[in-house]
């Protein structure tokens, strides 16, 4: 199953409506979730130690919310967009688990591993997997009739969302990370730029 985000990511169409229209089962959420981990594998292929480490060139970094002021400014590596990304998918299925049992929003329950923690194409890999398995687990955790109507707004340009909306984020956000990786391979292996572009087209689906 592929589903293309770009509405959303460019909030050019609000993740509510967005949801009303398209109304996923769990599982077809399932589905995107599998189709979005093996996206970033995809990205991983064929790629070195030093690959996903390097820092790119990036003028337009900056990350207000970074938990250190001196990395607000610091352009991201492969890795750590793998680190942000499965962390943010990893919160939002956290959330909609609870909202789709009825349990009102009660703070953001976000875990991310130390980006400088992962160096090596095998923890970007395992990373990965274990976010695969978290965000499926969560998925289980979804009652027969789920509650689709409580929810919570995550942020201003967000706006309200339930339960299928803010698991439905965690696709979106992979999505954006999925393209800023594509655009880091063109740097770090510039003799790989058809294949960059290739996976910065297919990163649009999924």
């Known amino acids: ?12 169409v ?6 009303q229209d398209w109304n996923p089962t769990v ?13 970033f594998h995809a990205m991983l292929r064929d790629l070195s130690d030093t690959d996903v480490v390097i820092v790119p060139t990036d003028p337009d970094a ?49 875990f991310e591993t130390p980006w400088q923690a992962v160096t090596t194409v095998a923890q970007c890999r395992q990373r990965l997997e274990e976010s695969r398995r ?11 009739r789920s509650d689709l109507r409580k929810g919570y707004t995550p942020c201003k ?3 309200w969302v339930n339960a299928q909306g803010i698991f439905a984020w965690g696709l979106v956000h992979d999505q ?20 960059a572009a290739a996976l910065e087209s297919a990163s649009q689906m999924f």
């Open 134 to 144: 978290i965000r499926l687990a969560s998925l289980q955790m979804w009652p027969d």
């Open 1 to 12: 199953m592929t589903m293309d985000f770009t509405p959303v990511l460019t909030y050019a």
């Open 176 to 195: 954006g990370h999925r393209a800023q990786i594509a655009k880091i391979l063109r740097q770090v292996r510039p003799f790989h730029v058809e294949t």
């Open 62 to 110: 900056r990350d207000d919310a970074a938990a250190d002021p001196a990395d607000r400014d610091l352009a991201w590596t492969i890795a750590h967009n793998v680190v942000h990304a499965t962390a943010s998918g990893e919160e939002y299925a956290a959330v909609a688990a609870e909202l789709a049992r009825g349990i009102d929003f009660h703070g953001r329950p976000r």
């Open 157 to 159: 340009a967000s706006g």
């Open 14 to 19: 609000p993740m509510d409506q967005f949801i």
């Open 27 to 39: 599982a077809q959420l399932a589905d995107l979730t599998n189709a979005s981990i093996d996206g």
